[in-house]
Nanobody
Framework: EEQLVESGGGLVQPGGSLRLSCIAS????????MKWLRQAPGKGLEWVSS???????YYADSVKGRFAISRDNGKNTVYLQLNSLQTDDTAIYYCAQGAAGTGGPRGQGTQVTVSA
């Protein structure tokens, strides 16, 4: 059974940083593209970033240059480093399998709140 567990969220001031983690199980992680999604209050699910099995990375324009996705296949974990956070980055962040789109099973998410 596929399982995804996100962690690392929290309350941070504008300009601050956080590192999100997602531990995966139940599927061949090293062969899977992984992605991060987010859902801001009152808005729909938004694709944020993806990493392929060969470590090629992709970013939404809204986070390019500020966020960095990475993976550790030995730990079945995908990370999202969030830098220069803005209030618009406030959302629940989810990880999922896949290289694009917002579909697929997700974990419970981790809340990121950017506020002064």
């Amino acid at each position: 059974e596929e399982q995804l567990v996100e962690s690392g969220g929290g309350l941070v001031q504008p300009g601050g940083s956080l590192r999100l983690s997602c531990i995966a199980s139940g599927f061949p992680f090293s062969m899977a593209a992984m992605k991060w999604l987010r859902q801001a209050p009152g808005k729909g699910l938004e694709w944020v970033s993806s990493i392929t099995s060969s470590d090629k990375t992709y970013y939404a324009d809204s986070v390019k240059g500020r966020f960095a996705i990475s993976r550790d296949n030995g730990k079945n974990t995908v990370y999202l480093q969030l830098n220069s956070l803005q209030t618009d980055d406030t959302a629940i962040y989810y990880c999922a399998q896949g290289a694009a789109g917002t579909g697929g099973p997700r974990g419970q998410g981790t809340q990121v709140t950017v506020s002064a």
